[in-house]
């Protein structure tokens, strides 16, 4: 049976509203509005780019900015604005049915990321959960516990989801309900792009 390699934020659960709390906490004279920073980020604008261009952030704002940044995003109160896709359950169901669903984020929290999925009721539907702790990469991890082959896929919202991929030689499928739009996905040259997991039929 094939590995399907999913992405979280942006991918699973809407995060959206957690990376913008944050923001807005760590920049309080923003008065960017949640559509308007969202339509920033998804032309693929870094915080730090918005910082510089909006705000005016000194080089050592900036530093200071990252270093807050990742001691708050991952904070149980933060990730309690998360909220499942819908009807991202019943589809993770029925892909198991196909695959191995391989869950593979980014977090630096394992603690709080597992914690967060149990309390979402996600963790049942995978296979394996890889964390990489902002130690190392996606591919890396993948490429410790897996033999990837050509029929495995990768599932995520981002460019570094889809470069993951074509890294390990499978295929990629770039979903819009993240955190990048349709042109900024593009530029990775995904082999698929879908609104969401949901309409996931590979």
């Known amino acids: 049976m094939p590995n399907l390699f999913i992405d979280l934020d942006g991918t699973i659960i809407d995060a959206r509203k957690r990376v913008y709390e944050v923001f807005r906490f760590l920049v309080p004279k923003s008065n960017l509005s949640f559509d308007a920073y969202w339509e920033i980020k998804r032309a693929g604008i870094s915080n730090e780019s918005i910082l510089i261009n909006h705000f005016n952030f000194s080089d050592l704002q900036i ?33 198991k049915k196909n695959y191995k669903l391989i869950l593979v984020t980014a977090r630096q929290s394992t603690t709080n990321t597992l914690k967060q999925l149990k309390q979402l009721q996600l963790d049942t539907y995978f296979d394996d959960i890889l964390i990489t702790n902002q130690t190392l990469t996606k591919q890396v991890i993948i490429k410790q516990k897996f033999d990837v082959t050509s029929e495995d896929l990768i599932v995520g919202d981002t460019g570094k989801d889809i470069e993951t991929g074509k890294a390990l030689g499978i295929k990629t ?8 739009s349709a042109s900024t996905l593009e530029k990775y040259n995904p082999d698929y792009i879908i609104q969401s997991l949901t309409d996931f039929n590979a």
């Open 173 to 180: 499928v770039a979903v819009l309900c993240g955190f990048l």
């Open 63 to 95: 530093a200071n900015f990252i270093s807050q940044w990742m001691k708050e995003i991952e904070k149980e109160n933060w990730l309690e604005l998360d909220k499942p896709f819908d009807n991202i359950k019943s589809k993770l169901q029925n892909l």
